[in-house]
């Protein structure tokens, strides 16, 4: 199970972190990413971590304000977003997959959670 939470409303400009608690899996063996969709729009991939932690992988429209990180002792991952935009809001999600790459579509990703809405004022 996944449970997305930290989502809300945020002003343009502002921060949120995000967290996505994992339980039932064996977390350390499962690379996790972050995908958002917004209304009308198909789901898109954000950034992506490896089980080991590694070089994370990221949209280029996030590079340098979003941080996904991990930790494995707490069976969780965030996604740190600063300097928000009204072009982030979506409902964010996160997902896990049994492999040491980080698939960038959401076929690649077997378990998902609920989603957290993401809401930003212009």
């Known amino acids: 199970q996944l449970q997305a939470s930290g989502g809300g409303l945020v002003q343009t400009g502002g921060s949120l972190r995000l967290s996505c608690a994992v339980s039932?899996?064996?977390?350390?063996?499962?690379?996790m990413g972050w995908f958002r969709q917004a209304p009308g729009k198909e789901r898109e991939f954000v950034a992506g971590?490896?089980?080991?932690?590694?070089?994370?992988r990221y949209t280029d429209s996030v590079k340098g304000r979003f941080t996904i990180s991990r930790d494995n002792a707490k069976n969780t991952v965030y996604l740190q977003m600063i300097s928000l935009a009204p072009e982030d809001a979506a409902v964010y999600y996160c997902a896990a997959h049994a492999i040491g790459i980080v698939p960038t579509t959401s076929q690649g990703y077997k378990y998902w959670g609920q989603g957290t809405q993401v809401t930003v004022s212009s």
């Open positions: 039932g899996l064996t977390f350390r063996s499962y690379t």
């Open positions: 971590i490896t089980r080991g932690g590694g070089t994370p």
